[in-house]
């Protein structure tokens, strides 16, 4: 099991919440003035060290970042959480760049939901690698389970993506969001929508798929709240291309879980949209001409 080594300069933990590797596994946090935690489900807060607290669970820490003198070296050591039926993995950020550097192409998902998609495209394009990201664990059981190897999830907060992300992405997906993630579309969340820059390659394409009923509870008409998330793509450095208008056929085409419970749901209502990043339009031309 993983226990993170005392190293000077600055370093950024990113440890799991549920399963714990062993109650023995621990992280040294000997002369660390500053602590900054965050977890999938709030923002950070800063707290300050107690001076003989010299370790602390890694199961019970999600992010530290520890911060010294500017005249001292840098090094970064970053543990994501990656979820494996239902097991929480440590895994570090430099590992999944070399894992994820030998495909043509990187898919990220947002908001994975049950994992389906992620799965399906992972299986229809076996050239690319694809990442699915939630903050829930227990939808991604199953999927997780029997990924393939180009496909893996990692439990996050959107509204909190972790910053050694950056980059990685040419094609991102938000299929049916709703809760925070819905409402940080809608309202220009600014940690949502940088974060989702910062995923983004140059030119990369983003894609949406929103539905009415989810537009609806967060007191938006389909074609309205259309145009809003459009608008504060536009702000966020993505240039959207025209909505379109989905029905229950085109729904029941979609290989996610939730597409089809609309198709055949009482509001089978749903837009798409793309959008590319810092304006490669021909790029988003080729996805809604």
């Not at 923002?43 to 199961?59: D, G, R």
């Not at 997780?144 to 190897?149: E, I, K, M, N, V």
């Not at 990685?168 to 929508?193: E, H, K, Q, S, Y």
Request: proline letters at 8%; charged letters at 15%; a neutral charge.
């Amino acid at each position: 099991m993983c226990c993170a080594p005392a190293i000077h300069g600055r370093e950024h933990i990113c440890a799991p919440f549920a399963t714990p590797p062993t109650p023995s596994t621990v992280v040294d946090l000997a002369h660390i003035p500053t602590l900054l935690v965050a977890s999938p489900y709030r923002a950070p807060i800063q707290l300050n060290a107690p001076p003989h607290a010299a370790h602390v669970p890694l199961h019970s820490l999600f992010f530290i970042q520890r911060q010294l003198g500017k005249e001292q070296t840098e090094r970064i050591l970053v543990l994501l959480e990656r979820i494996q039926g239902k097991h929480s993995l440590p895994i570090e950020s430099a590992a999944l760049l070399r894992q994820i550097a030998r495909y043509d192409d990187v898919l990220v998902d947002m908001g994975a939901g049950d994992g389906r998609f992620v799965c399906h495209m992972a299986q229809a394009h076996p050239e690319h690698f694809v990442i699915g990201i939630d903050a829930c664990r227990e939808n991604l059981h199953a999927s997780s389970r029997r990924a393939p190897d180009n496909a893996l999830f990692l439990i996050a907060n959107a509204l909190a993506l972790p910053p050694d992300l950056a980059n990685i992405a040419m094609r991102l997906t938000i299929n049916f969001p709703w809760g925070t993630l819905l409402t940080g579309l809608l309202d220009g969340d600014a940690a949502l929508l940088s974060g989702l820059a910062r995923l983004a390659r140059p030119g990369a394409i983003l894609e949406l798929h929103l539905n009415g009923d989810a537009l609806a509870g967060a007191g938006w008409p389909l074609d309205a709240g259309g145009a809003r998330v459009r608008q504060t793509l536009r702000a966020a450095g993505f240039v959207p291309g025209p909505a379109t208008s989905l029905g229950a056929a085109e729904l029941r085409a979609l290989p996610t879980t939730w597409a089809h419970r609309l198709a055949f749901g009482r509001d089978p209502r749903a837009l798409y949209l793309a959008a590319a990043r810092l304006a490669d339009v021909a790029s988003l031309s080729s996805l809604v001409g």
